[in-house]
C-alpha cells in the first residue's frame, strides 16, 4: 500500500501568514493526488485535485504543486476561515486512495 | 444540488450488526464509483470501502474485509454499507463519497471525491 506522510502535524500561524504543508507519498504517484479541508463537526471539502488544479469556489489563495512522491499545499496569507485540518489523498492505486494523517492548522 | 445523505448509524454492541445508507440527488448516481471513509473521535481519515458504478466491483480495506459489505441500488440512488461483527475500533462516523474523474490523456484519469455525506456516527459499545 501506497503510505503518505504529512508533515507537519501542527501548525500554528497567525492570520496573514503565508503557510506550506507537505505531503510526501512512500512511491510515486505522478500527479494523482487531492488536498481537503475539514473543520470540526463538519465533513471534508475539496481543495485541489490533480495535485494542482483549484476547486471551482476554492479561493485563490490556496495552491497545490508537486509530483512524483513530494506535494505542497500553500496558503499564501491565512484567513480566519482557514483554520482547520488539511488531508491530502492519493488516488494513483485504484481503489486504494490512502489519506495522509492530517495537518492541523491553529491559530497562534 | 448535488447532495450525499447518510443514515442509520447508532449505538450498537459489540458483535452486532448496522447498515449504513447514503441516499444521492442531484446527479446520475448509476454513474458513478462511490467510496466510504470513516474517522474515529479525533482520529484522521481512513478509507473503507469501494463500489464502481455498476455494482460489478468492490473493494475493501483489510480493517474490514470479511466483515462488512458494500453495496448500491441504482434504481434507489442509494449506496450501502452493510456492517457486522462490530468491534470497538469500528466506533467513528462515516462518510460516503463521490469519485469524479477527469481525463487527461491515453489512459490517464485524474480522479478526486466531491462532494462528501455529512457523516453518520457509529458507537460500538456495550
Known amino acids: 500500500d501506497i503510505q503518505l506522510t504529512q508533515s507537519p502535524s501542527f501548525l500554528s500561524a497567525s492570520v496573514g501568514d503565508r503557510v506550506t504543508i507537505t505531503c510526501r507519498a512512500s512511491q510515486g504517484i505522478s500527479s494523482y493526488l487531492a488536498w481537503y479541508q475539514q473543520k470540526p463537526g463538519k465533513a471534508p471539502k475539496l481543495l485541489i485535485y490533480?495535485?494542482?488544479t483549484l476547486q471551482s469556489g476554492v479561493p485563490s489563495r490556496f495552491s497545490g504543486s508537486g509530483s512524483g512522491t513530494e506535494f505542497t499545499l500553500t496558503i499564501s496569507s491565512l484567513q480566519p476561515e482557514d483554520f482547520a485540518t488539511y488531508y491530502c489523498q492519493q488516488l494513483n492505486s485504484y481503489p486504494q486512495y490512502t489519506f495522509g494523517q492530517g495537518t492541523k492548522l491553529e491559530i497562534k | 444540488e448535488v447532495q450525499l445523505v447518510e443514515s442509520g448509524g447508532g449505538l450498537v454492541q459489540p458483535g452486532g450488526s448496522l447498515r449504513l445508507s447514503c441516499a444521492a440527488s442531484?446527479?446520475?448516481?448509476?454513474?458513478?464509483?462511490m467510496h466510504w471513509v470513516r474517522q474515529a473521535p479525533g482520529k484522521g481519515l481512513e478509507y473503507v470501502s469501494a463500489?464502481?458504478?455498476?455494482?460489478?466491483?468492490?473493494y475493501y480495506a483489510n480493517s474490514v474485509k470479511g466483515r462488512f459489505t458494500i453495496s448500491r441500488d441504482n434504481s434507489k440512488n442509494t449506496l450501502y454499507l452493510q456492517m457486522g461483527s462490530l468491534r470497538a475500533e469500528d466506533m467513528a462516523v462515516y462518510y460516503c463519497?463521490?469519485?469524479?474523474?477527469?481525463?487527461?490523456?491515453?489512459?490517464?484519469?485524474?480522479?478526486?471525491?466531491?462532494?462528501w455525506g455529512q457523516g453518520t456516527l457509529v458507537t460500538v459499545s456495550s
Open positions: 442531484g446527479f446520475t448516481f448509476s454513474s458513478y464509483a
Open positions: 463500489i464502481s458504478s455498476n455494482g460489478g466491483s468492490t
Open positions: 490533480a495535485a494542482s
Open positions: 463519497a463521490r469519485e469524479l474523474r477527469s481525463y487527461c490523456g491515453g489512459d490517464c484519469y485524474y480522479n478526486w471525491f466531491d462532494p
